[in-house]
T-cell receptor, first 116, second 109 residues
């Protein structure tokens, strides 16, 4: 499959569960991102990995833990989430050059997360 | 940090009419302004972008204008078609992208 793929598409979890979201990009890009999309709110940047090194972390709660083992794969590990964490979690990738961070993002289809 | 305001939140036009969506940003050092389109149940997709050294950019029926002095930029869609119906997001970047809250465009056939 080409582009950016995310699994699972849907996830329901309890507040005490531990789960992981997976993202894989087939575009040869060198930067990957996690965004949170809640109803009626702007897309919120959570994490950025450029050349497998985390370069941005917008004060996201520690119950969200990212992992980027290589330039093609990105994970978001979830534990002890709250109901307000229910949202669409989008992964994106881009080809970064110098200071050109966050340009021409290619998004995945997202994981719709529900926390009960 | 950067703050991006987007208006209107919803917009309904007749097929063939033009649609305009406006955004303002707060950080005068922002230098890159993309627009994304998200159809219902689908991923956001980049449709056009502009850098701060350019005042206007066109791509077929879509155009973006930038006024650096006033710190606002707009998306113009001409000859709208039903397939233009979607949520449109603007964004501004100094280092990281900050998105607007989105405009739901409905094109009535």
């Amino acid at each position: 499959e080409t582009g950016v793929t995310q699994t699972p598409r849907h996830l329901v979890m309890g507040m005490t569960n531990k789960k992981s979201l997976k993202c894989e990009q087939h575009l040869g890009h060198n930067a990957m991102y996690w965004y949170k999309q809640s109803a009626k709110k702007p897309l919120e940047l959570m994490f950025v990995y450029s050349l497998e090194e985390r370069v941005e972390n917008n004060s996201v709660p520690s119950r969200f833990s990212p992992e980027c083992p290589n330039s093609s794969h990105l994970f978001l590990h979830l534990h002890t989430l709250q109901p307000e964490d229910s949202a669409l979690y989008l992964c994106a990738s881009s080809q970064e050059g110098g200071t050109a961070l966050n340009e021409k993002l290619f998004f995945g289809s997202g994981t719709q997360l529900s926390v009960l | 940090g950067e703050n991006v305001e987007q208006h209107p939140s919803t917009l309904s036009v007749q097929e063939g009419d033009s649609a305009v969506i406006k955004c303002t940003y707060s950080d005068s050092a922002s230098n890159y302004f993309p627009w994304y389109k998200q159809e219902l149940g689908k991923r956001p997709q980049l449709i056009i972008d502009i850098r701060s050294n350019v005042g206007e950019k066109k791509d077929q029926r879509i155009a973006v204008t930038l006024n650096k002095t006033a710190k606002h930029f707009s998306l113009h869609i001409t000859e709208t078609q039903p397939e233009d119906s979607a949520v449109y997001f603007c964004a501004a970047r100094r280092r990281a992208l900050t998105f607007g809250s989105g405009t739901r465009l409905q094109v009535q056939p």
